[in-house]
Structure formats: structure tokens, C-alpha cells
């Protein structure tokens, strides 16, 4: 398994500013990822967090809008810029560790965001 | 593309009642199918998983959910359900090339037990 720390756990932001959401693992992992929850609703895929190189994001997401960084194999961070109201969600990492073979899918416990 | 619809957005129940919660997957290929709990202000957990072989498959807390190809479902289930398995129940599928990195979720379905 994978225990996995997300801080900050939540934030309340002004409008247009940005936040910057860590995640870290306590083992190496293959993958590592963000996902979106938006209130009442279901998660939803942001990006792949890659090491050493620039994320892939999943349709309809932007780096400009969520740049990711993923600085080596334990450790990523995800900013949400320029932040609106419509930002509000929970924001969690998921990693995949290398004994799993891509089986299954560990999550952190979330960053509660909400944008006033 | 693949799509998962959960048929039922709440379930309230009583104790020791047994629980059926309803997922139905969409895709012209094999499938991956997983259940997720999430419990309050916490992240998800996973209750079960199918990749291949038998079609019914157990989990932790008692859980299990059978496969079924012909009907496109992935439906979980308790016996007996307890209070402390109120939390919200996610569906998810994937391709199995892959795997658990592109997980397509469900709505959700909020199970809450009654005393």
C-alpha cells in the first residue's frame, strides 16, 4: 500500500489568487496523479503528474490553469491559479505504487478548496 | 468511451439491513471495474476490485460484487449493513491497458444506516 499526506487538508481563497496543494508519498511510486471532486458531483481526472518532464493533462484541464510539478518519485504538487468561485472543489492525489502493477489506485485524503 | 452510471444518488437503510448498490458501465472492450468508499472528510478507500477470473468478487468490511458481462454490471453488496458504512459508495472503470491510471467514475451513491 501507499500512505499518501496531501496538506494543506483544506483552504478558504479569495478570488484570484492561487494555491498551491502538496501531495507525498511515503514510497516510491510508478504514477502519480490528480483528481477533481466538484460539490455533489463525482472525481474526475485533472492530469498525470510526470517526473522530470511537464504533466499530461486530461481534456478540458490546462497547465496554465493547473500547473503540476513532480520534482522526483514521492513528491507533486498541484496549483489551481487565478482562482474563481467555480474552483471550488476537493482536490486529491492519487499514486499507483509499483507492487500493484496498475491495478489500484491509492488516494490521499483531499484539499477542501473554497474560492469566496 | 467509457462511462459508469450509478443508479441510485442516496440509500438510506436500516442496521443489519442488506444493501444492493447499483453500477452500470458503458464499454466495447474488457473492462476493470473497482468500488470505492468514501467516508466523511476523508479520501477514498478501496472496497473491492475485478480485473478477470471469477465473477463474484469480496472486499474489506464484508462487501462483495458480482460482474455480470451481459448486463454491463458491477453492483456491490452487504448482508448486514452497520452505521459506521454510512459514506459515500464510488463505481469506477478502466481499459485494462490502462489499468488503474485512467479511472472513469461514477456519480456516487450516498449509503446512509438508520438506527
Known amino acids: 500500500s501507499a500512505v499518501i499526506s496531501q496538506k494543506p487538508s483544506r483552504d478558504i481563497c479569495q478570488r484570484g489568487t492561487s494555491l498551491t496543494i502538496q501531495c507525498q508519498v511515503d514510497?516510491?511510486?510508478?504514477?502519480m496523479f490528480w483528481y477533481r471532486q466538484q460539490p455533489g458531483q463525482s472525481l474526475t481526472l485533472i492530469a498525470t503528474?510526470?517526473?522530470?518532464?511537464?504533466?499530461?493533462?486530461e481534456s478540458g484541464f490546462v497547465i496554465d490553469k493547473f500547473p503540476i510539478s513532480r520534482p522526483n518519485l514521492t513528491f507533486s504538487t498541484l496549483t489551481v491559479s487565478n482562482m474563481s468561485p467555480e474552483d471550488s472543489s476537493i482536490y486529491l492525489c492519487?499514486?499507483?505504487?509499483?507492487?500493484?502493477?496498475?491495478?489500484?489506485?491509492?488516494f490521499g485524503q483531499g484539499t477542501r478548496l473554497t474560492v469566496v | 468511451a467509457q462511462s459508469v452510471t450509478q443508479l441510485d444518488s442516496q440509500v438510506p437503510v436500516f442496521e443489519e439491513a442488506p444493501v444492493e448498490l447499483r453500477c452500470n458501465y458503458s464499454?466495447?472492450?474488457?473492462?476493470?471495474l473497482f468500488w470505492y468508499v468514501q467516508y466523511p472528510n476523508q479520501g477514498l478507500q478501496l472496497l473491492l476490485k475485478?480485473?478477470?477470473?471469477?465473477?463474484l468478487v469480496k472486499g474489506i468490511n464484508g462487501f462483495e460484487a458480482e460482474f455480470n458481462k451481459s448486463q454491463t454490471s458491477f453492483h456491490l453488496r452487504k448482508p448486514s449493513v452497520h452505521i459506521s458504512d454510512t459514506a459515500e459508495y464510488f463505481c469506477?472503470?478502466?481499459?485494462?491497458?490502462?489499468?488503474?491510471?485512467?479511472?472513469?467514475f461514477g456519480q456516487g451513491t450516498r449509503l446512509t444506516i438508520n438506527p
Open positions: 492519487s499514486v499507483i505504487p509499483r507492487a500493484h502493477m496498475n491495478t489500484e489506485a491509492f
Open positions: 514510497s516510491q511510486v510508478t504514477m
Open positions: 503528474a510526470n517526473q522530470g518532464s511537464e504533466a499530461t493533462y
Open positions: 464499454s466495447s472492450v474488457s473492462v476493470y
Open positions: 475485478y480485473l478477470s477470473g471469477s465473477t
Open positions: 469506477a472503470v478502466s481499459h485494462p491497458v490502462q489499468g488503474a491510471q485512467k479511472l472513469v
